[in-house]
């Protein structure tokens, strides 16, 4: 009969150093996972965004029908939401996308609607005035002063793609989301606190790089602020 | 579109409805699990903002605990509580995950709701002599209702929502069925399961916009602080 070695994996400690050695290449695997399900569906998300956002400035009548459809996706529970699309993608990790697509899509169409409202009648016209087109309008004065708004949707939008990607567990794609299923299913406490740690941190790690990208982007914002 | 027409036979099969896992007894799992959830969290997290708001302090911690909550995986909390000794309290880690999800939207709709009062109509009532319970009571608190209710809304949606993917962690609610389907590999489940949360959730969503469309003008909501 061979010892049982005497560590915290087999005390089944909460917090554990030898996990996080000898689960190093599973760890940065999900993490990868992960970080690939978030920042493909986000940006799907975004390029998706943009034109209906702008559609539903363009055209009164589109925004009641645009705002209205993302609310509905939106009140969807995730869980639904994967399953209803089971059928169409089957068990893939493009079917946790999709899902996390739908969910971003509210939080962006709201919040670039709203920043791309919020630039004053003046500042449009003065535009015109000095002979800019409508499409050289909405690219160069109308979608920047947007950003402000449209970034803090952004960030609303990454961080939750991040907490809600580990539902894609369900299926088997949910990055941090498969270790800390199969850590309640085996009880292993380090796995699942690990996992839920490392979530946490690239949620807040995501949250502080698009706030310096918003910085970068908008540096007329901090001259006013100051 | 064969599996739609699978879930729906699935739905209208009598026996799918009776017993302990039946439909119904999900259903009123997922109803009793809100409705007790809302409760709790309001009578948590009305009160502090309340208070909180008639003194004009603690905002950024009200404003910030939404955030942090939001980063937060709901699915990795509730694992988390349920490897924990309240594990063995039967309902006892989805209640909690659930209210601890709840609190956040409550809190700071709450509190922005209160601090948004007109500060000259505050002044007025102090002038005219009421106490602070007074004001609070009859001038703060009526103003602050849209948002307050607003707050009520989004945690209940968030509620429905998040009682779905407690199921992933061996709770009850509609979710289960969601799960024992996939356990199965049968699609028609999942999909029904599925359907059934999103209705769930979408009538929430509508009794709650109903009742605001009833409430007389002033208790209407404008808007959500997040």
């Not at chain 1, 089944?12 to 000898?22: A, D, M, P, Q, R």
């Not at chain 1, 690219?139 to 402000?148: C, F, K, N, R, S």
């Not at chain 2, 489940?189 to 509508?206: I, S, T, Y």
């Amino acid at each position: 009969m061979t010892a049982i070695p005497d560590d915290c994996l087999a005390r089944n400690e909460w917090i554990c150093g030898e996990y996080l050695s000898t689960r190093r290449q599973i760890l940065i695997d999900a993490v990868v996972q992960h970080l690939q399900l978030t920042a493909v569906s986000v940006l799907i998300a975004l390029v998706v965004a943009v034109p209906l956002a702008v559609l539903a400035r363009r055209w009164g009548w589109a925004a009641g029908p645009v705002l209205a459809l993302t609310t509905i996706l939106y009140t969807i529970p995730s869980l639904a939401m994967f399953s209803l699309l089971l059928p169409v993608y089957g068990l893939s990790a493009a079917l946790v996308v999709a899902g996390l697509v739908l969910y971003s899509l509210t939080l962006l169409v709201r919040n670039i609607l709203a920043g791309l409202r919020a630039v004053p009648e003046d500042t449009r016209q003065a535009a015109r005035g000095m002979g800019y087109g409508p499409i050289r309008l909405l690219l160069t004065v109308e979608l920047p002063l947007a950003l402000p708004a449209a970034m803090a949707g952004l960030r609303i939008a990454t961080v939750s793609a991040v907490s809600l990607a580990t539902v894609g567990a369900i299926v088997g794609f949910g990055g941090l989301g498969n270790l800390i299923y199969a850590g309640m299913n085996t009880y292993f406490k380090a796995q699942v606190l690990t996992a839920s740690v490392l979530c946490v941190v690239i949620a807040v790690a995501a949250d502080l790089l698009l706030l310096g990208v918003q910085r970068v982007l908008t540096p007329w914002t901090r001259a006013v602020r100051s | 579109m064969k599996t739609l027409g699978d879930a729906w036979a699935w739905l209208t099969d009598s026996a799918h409805w009776a017993g302990d896992d039946g439909i119904w007894h999900r259903l009123t799992q997922h109803l009793v699990l809100t409705v007790v959830c809302l409760l709790l969290s309001c009578l948590i997290a009305l009160p502090i903002a309340l208070v909180l708001g008639h003194l004009g302090r603690g905002g950024a911690l009200a404003v910030n605990i939404s955030n942090v909550g939001r980063a937060v995986p709901t699915f990795a909390v509730l694992v988390l509580l349920l490897l924990t000794p309240l594990g063995k309290w039967g309902e006892g880690p989805t209640v909690v995950a659930l209210v601890l999800f709840a609190v956040p939207p409550l809190l700071t709709n709450a509190y922005v709701g209160m601090r948004g009062v007109d500060r000259s109509i505050v002044r007025a009532a102090r002038g005219m002599g009421m106490t602070g319970r007074q004001m609070l009571w009859r001038v703060e608190l009526p103003l602050a209702l849209p948002l307050v209710l607003s707050g009520v809304r989004i945690a209940a949606v968030q509620l429905v929502a998040t009682a779905t993917i407690a199921a992933l962690a061996g709770g009850g609610g509609i979710g289960r069925i969601i799960t024992a389907g996939f356990n199965l590999a049968s699609t028609a489940q999942v999909v029904a399961g599925a359907v059934l949360v999103a209705v769930f959730a979408l009538l929430v969503e509508g009794v709650f916009e109903a009742a605001e469309r009833l409430a007389p003008g002033w208790a209407r909501t404008r808007g959500s602080a997040g």
